[in-house]
């Protein structure tokens, strides 16, 4: 049983105490207790309070998919990419080399391309896909960029994931 009335308005009127207690005794006999409203309404509040506290971290962000695939020939370089929004939209991309490049190089070209297509699309968490497990271990760490020029672009494509 709620009331909207203070104790001392109660009790110090007869006839709201005497309302009081046969309430109080008709409810006992059934197992009802009564509480006051403002108690009620505190711990709503607390309980609002706990219930809708979020950490940011349990927030997830969209997550994007990266395909990235290049190749280097005597006669031809390469690169595609596939980029896949958190909603499942598609956007691909081809281009062309016009110098020579090892394979390697080509796949790093790529990698950068589409991460920067993937940031100006909006992404702000990449999970990113590629064939060639040297520049995949590279990015990860496992194995170190070797050369000045790999170097470059591990360094070029880590500040890009960062």
Not at 10 to 25: A, D, G, I, R, T
Not at 33 to 40: D, N
Request: with cysteine; proline share 2%; glycine share 6%.
């Amino acid at each position: 049983m709620l009331m909207n009335h203070p104790l001392k308005q109660v009790l110090s009127s007869p006839e709201l105490y005497e309302k009081m207690v046969k309430c109080v005794v008709e409810l006992s006999e059934l197992g009802i207790e009564f509480h006051s409203r403002l108690a009620i309404k505190a711990q709503v509040l607390a309980d609002f309070v706990v219930e809708l506290t979020y950490d940011k971290a349990c927030i997830s962000t969209p997550t994007w998919d990266l395909y990235v695939e290049g190749s280097s020939t005597s006669m031809d370089r390469g690169a595609g990419i596939v980029l896949v929004s958190s909603q499942g939209d598609k956007f691909k991309c081809t281009a062309k080399l016009e110098y020579p490049s090892s394979n390697n190089e080509v796949e790093y070209e790529t990698l950068l391309v589409g991460g920067k297509l993937a940031l100006a699309a909006g992404a702000k968490k990449i999970i990113i896909y590629s064939y060639l497990q040297l520049v995949v271990n590279q990015i990860q760490g496992s194995y170190e960029a070797q050369g000045e020029k790999m170097a470059k672009y591990f360094v070029k494509a880590k500040r890009l994931l960062e």
